[in-house]
């Protein structure tokens, strides 16, 4: 099993940046997918957004509204449109389908 995250990097208050998260060796069409961030100095991992039963998305709430999480079966990869950033976005962001993780891709807010 791969999960290769790809995106990510440095951004403004108010823009925009997209994360991919490629995988392979898993039944991807059916399998949950997940999103989470670790803040920097935070020992805690937040779960960002999820789907589950390939069509069933949640996100937490600091996020709704802001971040849309997507699936394409055909390409086995998993996307988080990440729009409208604050400060408090800036973490590694990681997918996950609970069993493998990707390396993370650092996301930083900054200026």
């Known amino acids: 099993v791969d999960l290769v995250e790809s995106g990510g990097g440095s951004v403004q208050p108010g823009g925009s940046l997209r994360l991919s998260c490629a995988a392979s060796g898993i039944t991807f069409s059916f399998a949950t997918m997940v999103w989470y961030r670790q803040a920097p100095g935070n020992r805690r991992r937040e779960l960002v957004a999820?789907?589950?039963?390939?069509?069933?998305?949640t996100y937490t709430d600091s996020v709704a509204g802001r971040f849309t999480l997507s699936k394409d079966n055909a390409k086995n990869t998993l996307y988080l449109q990440m729009n409208d950033f604050i400060t408090e976005d800036t973490a590694v962001y990681c997918c996950s389908d609970y069993d493998w993780w990707g390396q993370g891709k650092q996301v930083t807010v900054t200026g």
């Open positions: 999820s789907i589950k039963s390939g069509t069933n998305i």
